[in-house]
């Protein structure tokens, strides 16, 4: 049985699909380039205690190994802390201005019966060393220009701010795991079992009631400032409004006004996050393609404090979503099959030497059976759709048209086009 062969939450992606994926990492490489990041490369493990020790991500969610040498490993279930861990290790000046972009794949053993996938391919950003609205600014449009720059019209992105809740939850004695529930129902946004939640504690009334109000603090940034102003109770929350402004005031000075919608309603599933957090959505696609956000404490524990901003692309989302709305075409290159029995077998590897040279794909086959019945049963093949057949006869070159060979005055140069070279 070929299930037998496949492993849940992992897939292959076959010959087409991976010319699409190429498509959308050559434009996002580009992308990113023009805006002056650097691409880097990150290890397929990292240290486990990087991950769990601060509670980055749920240690239930990690494929573990033991080395050699008895230390444990994981399979990077995130990439933003491993391209922190190598900034702090090459930068070490808190200061200085880093920007770096790197796709890899991640792996999470999602507890979650919705998260079938375990193995995902990201691009993405990492701006280090700018705390400024300015930052933040940059990171939403390249995060906008990301899905534009692959044929996106209709995108959408949510923010958010982790501190505002964070800040107001500070007011309050509770543990971690309560204020990690207290998150959760927050974001599913239903009153009844936050007030279920509050009634089983003891909390103060005023607190509890402004918690009651922030699921529904969304929609117009003018009308949802407003409503953040009125909430606050200290000056960190006080700081986040001015915050936000100050980045909705420079999304508008740049035109990128109209793609955002405010939710303070919602978290991340990633604990290192500590200021802006948003989502990006391409049309009515269920689910975020993009996630991002500013960790400004992740760099401290590899001896480094500097504030970052940043986000991740997921490669396989978007390449769905564009192929289900018919937004990227990739064809068979066009490429030449050259047939030839034994006496012409050294004038053939000339040609496609030749061929191959100047820039074409060139193929070479022994001439096994009928010249004809070969060709048919090779261009019935996905993959020889687009491919010119020639073969070699003596001191003459015939080529396959309209299911016939017919003397070829030349074998023709198929230059790939400059995108595919």
């Known amino acids: ?19 699409a994926l190429s498509k959308i990492e050559r434009s996002l490489t580009r992308l990113y380039s023009r805006y002056g990041y650097h691409q880097v490369a990150i290890p397929t493990f990292e240290t486990y205690d990087h991950f769990v020790k601060n509670g980055a991500i749920s240690a239930n969610e990690l494929f573990k190994f033991i080395s050699r040498k008895g230390q444990v490993l994981a399979l990077k279930p995130d990439a933003t802390l491993s391209v922190a861990r190598m900034a702090a290790i ?12 790197y796709q890899t794949n991640i792996y999470r053993h999602f507890s979650s019966p919705g998260d079938v996938k375990k193995e995902m391919t990201q691009m993405g950003v990492e701006f280090f060393g700018d705390n400024s609205p300015e930052c933040d600014g940059e990171i939403i449009e390249m995060a906008i220009a990301s899905l534009k720059a692959n044929g996106v019209d209709d995108v959408q992105i949510d923010l958010g701010h982790v501190g505002f809740i964070n800040y ?38 005023k607190i509890s009631k402004i918690i009651l109000e922030l699921p529904m603090l969304y929609g ?45 309603g919602f ?38 404090d500097r504030p970052a901003c940043g986000f991740a692309v997921n490669l396989l989302s978007l390449m769905d979503y564009l192929e289900e709305h018919d937004l990227i075409h990739v064809e068979n290159l066009p490429h030449a099959v050259l047939l030839y029995r034994e006496g012409d077998k050294k ?14 794909i060139a193929e070479v086959f022994t001439i ?3 010249p004809s019945a070969m060709i048919e049963r090779l261009a019935a093949q996905r993959l020889y759709r687009d491919a010119v057949f020639y073969v070699f006869s003596h001191d003459d070159v015939l080529v396959w048209q309209d299911g016939r060979l017919v003397p070829a005055d030349r074998i023709l140069s198929l230059s790939l086009a400059p995108e595919q070279e």
């Open 1 to 19: 049985m070929l299930t037998t062969y496949t492993i849940e939450g992992f897939e292959n992606i076959q010959y087409q699909g991976f010319q």
């Open 90 to 101: 090459n930068h070490h000046d808190p200061n200085e201005i880093i920007k770096l972009f």
């Open 168 to 205: 107001l939850l500070d007011e309050l004695t509770m543990s971690q795991d309560e204020r990690a529930r207290l998150f959760e129902l927050i974001e599913n946004k239903n009153l009844g079992d936050i007030q279920e939640f509050l009634s089983t504690h003891q909390y103060d009334s």
């Open 220 to 264: 117009d940034p003018a009308d949802v400032f407003a409503r953040m102003t009125k909430l606050c109770i200290n000056q960190n929350m006080q700081e986040v409004v001015k915050h936000l402004s100050a980045l909705y005031e420079h999304l508008k000075s740049v035109g990128l006004a109209q793609y955002v919608t405010f939710d303070l």
């Open 267 to 304: 978290t991340s599933s990633m604990n290192y996050y500590t200021d802006l957090i948003f989502k990006v959505y391409a049309g009515n696609w269920g689910a975020p393609i993009i996630d991002g956000g500013r960790y400004n404490k992740l760099s401290r524990q590899f001896g480094i």
């Open 347 to 360: 004038r053939a590897f000339e040609t496609a030497k030749t061929l191959r040279s100047e820039g074409n």
């Open 368 to 370: 096994n059976s009928l």
